[in-house]
């Protein structure tokens, strides 16, 4: 069974600031790893995903993630925020293996608040 | 090319009695899920299909809750009866061939609001 923890349920920042939104995962098996964004009142839209590879993804909207294998961490970053990043954002794995079907199991969302 | 569509995207109903709620994916994705949220909590897996077949349904949180997909195309999620605790959000996602690599990537709909009063 896999675990994921978003260390923060909130996080406010300026216009223009970076932010990083924090990723831990629990995992006895490989697993594949997501970032999700839901703005209000949408449904979620995938921002990045690290299935192999180069240990830095880039996703849409200027998002990035870089996966360290030996920290279970997957963090999201973005150096400069806009009005419009806001939303909340879920970080989610999956087990590695289509045979075994590639449910998400997701964290509990970090509500990002970008003021002007 | 449409999304995963959701309905109702609200849905306000008396506690013992029955909601339906429908998903439509992508048209051609073989893989369809089910997840929930209740509030202040992680959104969680309820089941997935494999075209017609349940291929997982471990999340599944008792027999109130009946999901079918006739046909491998939209899907059906009846609670009979509602009880208070099922309020939350229940969103649908869906995704191509287990077979391509793509299949990882879950294309969610809107979701659907369900209170039970």
């Known amino acids: 069974a896999q675990s994921v923890t978003q260390l923060d349920s909130q996080v406010p920042v300026f216009e223009e600031a970076p932010v990083e939104l924090r990723c831990n995962y629990s995992?006895?098996?490989?697993?594949?790893l997501f970032w999700y964004v839901q703005y209000p009142n949408q449904g979620l839209q995938l921002l990045l995903k690290?299935?192999?590879?180069?240990?830095l993804v880039k996703g849409i909207n200027g998002f990035e993630a870089e996966f360290n294998k030996s920290q279970t961490s997957f963090h999201l970053r973005k150096p400069s925020v806009h009005i419009s990043d806001t939303a909340e954002y879920f970080c989610a794995v999956t087990r590695a293996s289509r045979a075994a079907g590639n449910k998400l199991t997701f964290g509990g969302g970090t509500r990002v608040l970008v003021k002007p | 090319e449409a999304g995963v569509t959701q309905f109702p995207s609200h849905s306000v109903i008396e506690k013992g009695q029955t909601v339906t709620l429908r998903c439509d994916p992508i048209?051609?994705?073989?893989?369809l899920y089910w997840y929930r949220r209740v509030m202040g909590k992680e959104i969680k897996f309820l089941l997935h299909?494999?075209?017609?077949?349940?291929?997982?349904e471990s999340g599944m949180p008792n027999n109130r809750f009946l999901a079918e997909r006739t046909g491998g195309t939209y899907s059906t999620l009846k609670v009979q009866p509602a009880e208070l605790e099922d309020s939350g959000v229940y969103f649908c996602?869906?995704?191509?061939?287990?077979?391509?690599?793509?299949?990882?990537?879950?294309?969610f709909g809107p979701g659907t609001r369900l209170t039970v009063t």
């Open positions: 996602a869906s995704s191509s061939s287990p077979q391509r690599q793509s299949s990882y990537e879950q294309y």
């Open positions: 048209s051609g994705h073989d893989n």
């Open positions: 690290y299935l192999s590879g180069s240990t």
């Open positions: 299909f494999v075209k017609e077949s349940k291929q997982d």
């Open positions: 995992s006895s098996v490989s697993v594949y």
